[in-house]
T-cell receptor
Framework: GQQLNQSPQSMFIQEGEDVSMNCTSS?????WLWYKQDPGEGPVLLIA?????ELTSNGRLTAQFGITRKDSFLNISASIPSDVGIYFC????????????FGTGTRLQVFP | GAVVSQHPSRVICKSGTSVKIECRSL??????MFWYRQFPKQSLMLMAT?????????EQGVEKDKFLINHASLTLSTLTVTSAHPEDSSFYIC????????????FGEGSWLTVV
């Protein structure tokens, strides 16, 4: 099935550092979403973006919807140990009616 | 907040048998439910989309006769893995769209299937 490409695949950082990851698609999406998944659990929504160029924050997290509608990035500032997990982007043509296509994921490890 | 619950959370079954996984929306009516499969260290791959009262729409490469999806009510969808084999062992996750409040999509906690 279709997947979005995320980079980097994994990151190993020290507590307090900032993190940036991005997601790209070959096709246009009208909604971009960022999720975090802990081991053995379902994904949890972090940020939703509905408009090209939109920049949205949720605490230490900031995400942007690319102007071309083919990419998005997520930044985490001042990382803490509980940020450990897998981050997935997801794209959707219409959030009201369409399915979500997930990215390949970025595994984040934070060392104290 | 809205909750989507899956049952069982873990199941072990013998090769050749069938196993059913339930997905329930506990406090909203789900106009659409989605079923994903996730292998270890991989992403969520959409298997099928189901709307209440109609046949599920399967993604390319997913065998509809092997993965039976029933969405009999607005709060319940079931995934039945028929004639399970060890390669079907995976983490199965459902999500549900809340048709009442902005069509928000909520995810279940996932169900681990191990076929021995």
């Amino acid at each position: 099935g279709q997947q979005l490409n995320q980079s980097p695949q994994s990151m190993f950082i020290q507590e307090g550092e900032d993190v940036s990851m991005n997601c790209t698609s070959s096709s246009i999406f009208n909604t971009w979403l960022w999720y975090k998944q802990d081991p053995g659990e379902g994904p949890v929504l972090l940020i939703a973006l509905y408009k090209a160029g939109e920049l949205t924050s949720n605490g230490r997290l900031t995400a942007q919807f690319g102007i071309t509608r083919k990419d998005s990035f997520l930044n985490i500032s001042a990382s803490i140990p509980s940020d450990v997990g897998i981050y997935f982007c997801a794209g959707c043509r219409s959030y009201n009616t369409d399915k979500l296509i997930f990215g390949t994921g970025t595994r984040l490890q934070v060392f104290p | 907040g809205a909750v989507v619950s899956q049952h069982p959370s873990r199941v072990i079954c013998k090769s050749g048998t069938s196993v059913k996984i339930e997905c329930r929306s506990l406090d909203f009516q789900a106009t659409t439910m989605f079923w994903y499969r996730q292998f270890p260290k991989q992403s969520l791959m959409l298997m099928a989309t189901s709307n209440e009262g109609s046949k599920a729409t399967y993604e390319q490469g997913v065998e509809k006769d092997k993965f039976l999806i029933n969405h009999a009510s607005l709060t319940l969808s079931t995934l039945t893995v028929t004639s399970a084999h060890p390669e079907d062992s995976s983490f199965y996750i459902c999500s549900a769209r809340d048709g009442g409040t902005g069509n928000t999509i909520y995810f279940g906690e996932g169900s681990w299937l191990t076929v021995v």
